[in-house]
């Protein structure tokens, strides 16, 4: 069987005549909020994914708008603790949702050091970071595909690149090196960010390693950055005895946009555009139950599908954005799943 699995930015979507973070002011008209949702339902159609993950959601009322009229209206839907003011994660599927669980706090206290040899004549003494929550609760959903397959789905939204400045200063008016120290900032946010995903999905792969994951949502940064190869997981080092190699490929997961580059003539994988700079901020990534090379795979990534022709490069197009249309493009992954094998009829009249 193929199931279908996205991640989808619906950037700012909150009810009409309601303002979100600390503006006053309503960020959508009745006008607009019907354009808003009609627009997602219709990319939510296109797409036609059995399992999606959804960033930006303020409201679980303006996700169940979007759904309404559709044959997703009466899915599972999990919202992860709206507040109306900020964003939170939510997914919504075909299958069964079992459980699910917000995660608000990092697992750990990150401790900074530096080389010796970059510190000397001063102890290299690691500093603690005080970083406590994840910028977006991290989402986590068990869902049942079949009598056989239990997955573990994980939906993210990590810190922006959006700098990070003091009081009193915006990106308008910081100088250089003052947005070099904010972007900094938020980089290191980021980044131990995805080191707490790592932290969770590790202790995951070791309580069930016969779990299957599927990690979803906008990371915020390119699939090849430091914080997004944080999450994924290096390769094993080829020496290594065999026996520690298969068990240290069981923490490496799979990015499905990799897999479908790999058999792709031509490259064209970007979901969003900031300065002429082409990106893939929203990402896929799968175990390893589902890698190619992994003799005792339960399946395979067929396919990655983007919706991203909304995207606008407005340093070469006259045209605007709508506002009730998202800056992200979609991303859906189809991966087979063996079908469960049919119960065998007893025999009538046999004997032993």
């Known amino acids: 069987m193929k199931i279908s699995i996205a991640t989808f930015n619906a950037e700012n979507l909150v009810t009409a005549d309601k303002p979100i973070y600390e503006d006053s002011h309503p960020h959508y008209s009745q006008a607009q909020y019907r354009k808003k949702t009609d627009w997602i339902r219709n990319q939510l159609l296109r797409m036609n994914a059995d399992i999606i993950g959804f960033q930006e959601i303020f409201e679980e009322q303006a996700l169940r708008d979007c759904l309404t009229g559709t044959h997703m209206e009466n899915w599972p ?3 992860a603790n709206p507040t109306g003011k900020n964003p939170v994660n939510a997914i919504v599927s075909r299958f069964p949702i079992v459980k699910t669980e917000v995660i608000e706090d990092l697992p750990f206290v990150f401790d900074f050091f530096d080389d010796k040899k970059m510190t000397e004549p001063f102890d290299s003494i690691p500093v603690n970071i005080p970083l406590k929550k994840f910028s977006r609760g991290v989402l986590k959903a068990e869902i049942k595909i079949n009598e056989n397959l239990l997955v573990l789905v994980v939906v993210l939204h990590l810190k922006s690149k959006r700098p990070l400045l003091p009081e009193g200063i915006d990106r308008d008016t910081a100088t250089y090196p003052e947005l070099a120290k904010g972007n ?51 390769d094993p080092f080829h020496k290594l005895p065999r026996e520690e190699r298969v068990k240290r490929w069981q923490h490496v997961f799979q990015n499905c946009k990799d897999i479908q580059a790999r058999k792709s003539i031509e490259n064209f994988h970007y979901t969003y555009i900031h300065n002429g700079h082409y990106e893939s901020l929203d990402n896929l990534f799968a175990s ?46 189809n991966i087979y799943v063996p079908e469960p094998n049919p119960p065998v009829p007893a025999m009538r009249g046999a004997s032993l």
Not at 192 to 219: A, M, N, Y
């Open 77 to 79: 839907l999990y919202v």
């Open 184 to 234: 900094v900032r938020s980089l290191i946010r980021r980044a131990i960010e995805s080191c707490g995903v790592r932290q969770i999905l590790s202790d995951e792969i070791d309580q069930d390693e016969t779990k299957p994951i599927f990690i979803l949502g906008d990371l915020n940064d390119n699939d090849t950055a430091v914080t997004n190869q944080a999450i994924i997981g290096e």
């Open 288 to 333: 390893n139950h589902f890698a190619d090379l992994n003799a005792r795979k339960i399946g395979r990534i067929i396919d990655v599908r983007l919706y991203n022709d909304h995207v606008i490069d407005d340093k070469t197009s006259m045209d605007k954005k709508p506002i009730y249309v998202t800056d992200h493009g979609q991303v859906v992954a």
